[in-house]
Nanobody, 125 residues
Framework: QVQLVESGGGSVQTGGSLRLSCAAS????????MGWFRQAPGKEREGVAT???????SYKDSVKGRFTISRDNAKNTLYLQMNSLKPEDTAMYYC???????????????????WGQGTLVTVSS
């Protein structure tokens, strides 16, 4: 059974950095699209960054140049390095897997098959 477990969230001030991790198990991790999504209170879940099985990444416009998604296939782990954090980045962050794709990963949350429980990121001004 697919399991995704996030860690690394916390509270930081504006301009700070955090590194999120997502440990994956129960499937052939290296083959598939992985993504980070977030959901702020009262808002819909949105895609932040995705990475394909061959390492091609894509980002939401508002995080480009500040966030970096990466994957370590040997460790079955996904990362999100977040720099220059802003209060508007405050949200619950979720790791997700699309078990039907390895390329052309989609940013829309409805297409993803497996989700972690989330890790909270709070950025104060």
């Amino acid at each position: 059974q697919v399991q995704l477990v996030e860690s690394g969230g916390g509270s930081v001030q504006t301009g700070g950095s955090l590194r999120l991790s997502c440990a994956a198990s129960g499937y052939t991790y290296s083959n598939y699209c992985m993504g980070w999504f977030r959901q702020a209170p009262g808002k819909e879940r949105e895609g932040v960054a995705t990475i394909g099985g061959y390492g091609r990444s894509s980002y939401k416009d508002s995080v480009k140049g500040r966030f970096t998604i990466s994957r370590d296939n040997a460790k079955n782990t996904l990362y999100l390095q977040m720099n220059s954090l802003k209060p508007e980045d405050t949200a619950m962050y979720y790791c997700a897997a699309d078990l039907g794709r390895s390329v052309s990963c989609r940013m829309e949350s409805g297409f993803w098959d497996a989700w972690g429980q989330g890790t909270l990121v709070t950025v104060s001004s």
